[in-house]
């Protein structure tokens, strides 16, 4: 059984953008923990939907984990 999904965007853009992906898209419900693969941090416990920002050239990548 597979609880978790990774999503990952870049922006290729010169200027900030906000990036945002709900659980549902991702095939996941309820609350998921989320951590940025590339630091390692916690980026906190969300439901419904996820949003960052990225700087201009940068990227993110995420692991999300539904809370059981």
């Known amino acids: ?4 999904k990774i999503f990952g ?6 200027t900030l ?3 945002s992906v709900s659980l ?4 996941l419900g309820g609350t998921c923990e989320v951590v940025d693969i590339w630091t390692g941090e916690k980026a906190g416990v969300v439901s419904g939907a996820f949003t960052r ?4 050239h940068a990227s993110g990548l995420y692991k999300f984990t539904k809370q059981e």
């Not at 965007?9 to 010169?14: A, D, I, R």
């Open 9 to 14: 965007k870049e922006n290729s853009s010169e």
């Open 53 to 56: 920002s990225l700087r201009p």
């Open 24 to 27: 549902k898209n991702l095939g």
């Open 17 to 19: 953008i906000n990036i």
């Open 1 to 4: 059984r597979q609880n978790g």
